[in-house]
Nanobody
Framework: QVQLVESGGGLVQPGGSLRLSCAASGGTFSNYPMGWFRQAPGKEREFLAAISNGGESTYYADSVKGRFTISRDNAKNTVFLQMDTVKPEDTAVYYC????????????????????WGQGTQVTVSS
């Protein structure tokens, strides 16, 4: 069983930056492709970004492409989401997720592709 714990959320002003982290335990992190999702109040959970198990491939939703960057440090069992030029509509609970089987990152844009989820971290973009 893999445990995922997100951190780094908080209040940020529009145009600012924030870096989310997701620490994994209980498995072999370097085997797992990873993803980030978010859920705003009253909305469905939305895919943001995915990264291959080795970190060489990434995939982004159009809504965040060019503003958000996913990366990972397999030595530290951690995946990151760098959020730049944030907007009020980025306000949501942000979740990381892990997939047990390898696949191409372009297929990792749906919740059903993942096996384990973190509890989420709140990000609020407001002045």
């Amino acid at each position: 069983q893999v445990q995922l714990v997100e951190s780094g959320g908080g209040l940020v002003q529009p145009g600012g930056s924030l870096r989310l982290s997701c620490a994994a335990s209980g498995g072999t992190f370097s085997n797992y492709p990873m993803g980030w999702f978010r859920q705003a109040p009253g909305k469905e959970r939305e895919f943001l970004a995915a990264i291959s198990n080795g970190g060489e491939s990434t995939y982004y939703a159009d809504s965040v492409k060019g503003r958000f960057t996913i990366s990972r440090d397999n030595a530290k069992n951690t995946v990151f989401l760098q959020m730049d030029t944030v907007k009020p509509e980025d306000t949501a609970v942000y979740y990381c997720a892990a997939r047990s089987a390898l696949t191409i990152v372009q297929r990792m844009n749906a919740e059903k592709e993942y096996d384990w989820w973190g509890q989420g971290t709140q990000v609020t973009v407001s002045s």
